[in-house]
């Protein structure tokens, strides 16, 4: 049996924000236990050539909403990209959330031969079929900013290991 668009992308999607929230919540936590204005993890970058926690944030729901949107030919929700704190940044998590439920499985399956058409910069774009994009594209992307997110409050010394990402709260 042959694995369908729908199980290879909303629950990969679904557990990877939750555990994002799980991420950000320890992120604040550890900021108020040790005192300090949480607004530094949130501009925090590994390096003056990245992106700030805030954007890795955005880009990885975005990753995740636009794929499906992107498979599924379901409008997704456009977000101003303006959070500014770990609340406006976990409440970005769960509208993500929020909206991947309202997807039906139906509306992704089938659709491994759709052609997806990506933008790859200002004014060019990547055409490819929907598998192909799910699998060599949009996961890639949502784990690197993931990671990227993860790796940021480490490098800040937010107690976090290998469970809080794989695993987050549950």
Known sequence: MSI???????????????????????GLASAQARKFDPQVLVTARLAPDMLPLSRQVQIACDSAKLCVARISGVDAPKFEDNEASFDDLTARVAKTLEWLESVPAAKLDGTEEKEVTIP???ETTRTMKAEAYLKHHALPNFFFHMTTAYAILRHNGVELGKLDYLVGAR
């Open 4 to 26: 369908s668009m729908s199980s290879a992308s909303l629950p990969i999607f679904r557990t990877g924000l939750q555990n994002l929230s799980h991420i950000l919540a320890k």
């Open 120 to 122: 790859t910069g200002r």
